[in-house]
């Protein structure tokens, strides 16, 4: 990890035995030609990878859901910088305006020529506010789709990066249809005639996420989460307020983490982060998230377009129906 990451790591207060390891380390490493120096730089190193395996082996749902809002965490146009080649993007819904917290293009992934369509959140404030932290209006989900129509006119892959907390709420996104918008999504992707991959890369939050997700394979991210509503939500629901007692809680309840939505049949597949999260070692994530998008691809480009849509139709028919063998 960077001397420039360690300011961010601090936002989690679990890590806070791992921050002041890498203080150490920060401090040693100005110091690395003096003697003894480079013993207990081996030393502090080992520690500190011991002490990350431990607290990343073991995070509660809760823990899970603040490391997928880690504000180091890789975004869309992360993943576009670090896996993606010749990304052209593309602009506007042709009904109402651009969206920016919705990002589409074209690119290569691999060897694969493909359509990317992915949430942002921003960086900045500036970009958070204009991103709405990742929340999408309806023209994002319009965009969206008009650009997956596009792909598959010139039958192209799709590849979608899931990481909203929701849609965005506000009254003029219901004035202009947000509701409507996601519902034609999930009806006009599920019968795309071309292959689409989805991967959560941090959060997935109810129909904000799944309005790019109905895919033909589905992945998350270790430490992502994907839920029907967000751990905050759910608590205002069950016990009238959202605090630090109740926020756990409804996190446990809704079974959002990977390896739960993997156990529950939700998703095909959970990948592997680097030790302590993808916000540590965001290019070798993206490499683990490349390889399985093109793993994905090789196999669904085999199949005609009719089988497809049959299979996809039949994946999400039997969510829930207590027979979730692909």
Known sequence: ?????????????????????????????????????????????????????????DLSAWQTVRVARHPARPQTLDYVDLMCRDFCQLHGDR?????????????????WKVLLVGHQKGRTTPERISCRFGCANPEGYRKALLKMKLAEKFKLPIVTLVDTPGAYPGIDSEQRGQAEAIAVNLREMSRLRTPVVTVVIGEGGSGGALGIAVADRVAMLENAWYSVISPEGCAAILWKEAN??????????????????????????????????????????????????????????RLDSETLVRKRYEKFRR????????
């Open 319 to 326: 969510i829930g129906s207590g027979s979730m063998k692909t």
């Open 244 to 301: 630090e007692r109740t926020n756990p809680l409804a996190a446990k309840a809704l079974a959002l983490t990977a390896k739960e939505n993997l156990a529950n049949g939700l998703i095909d597949h959970v990948i592997p982060e680097p030790v302590g999260g993808a916000h540590r070692n965001p290019k070798a994530t993206a490499a683990a998230v490349q390889g399985w998008i093109v793993e994905q691809l090789s196999e669904l480009t």
């Open 95 to 111: 009904r109402f305006a651009d969206d920016p917290a919705i990002v589409a293009g074209f690119t290569r992934i691999g060897p």
């Open 1 to 57: 990890m960077s001397k420039s990451n360690l300011g961010a790591v601090a936002t989690l207060d679990f890590e806070q035995p791992i921050v002041e390891i890498e203080r150490q380390i920060a401090t040693l490493e100005s110091r690395v030609e003096d003697a003894g120096v480079a013993d207990e730089l081996a030393t502090l190193y080992s520690t500190r990878e011991t002490i990350l395996t431990k607290t990343y082996s």
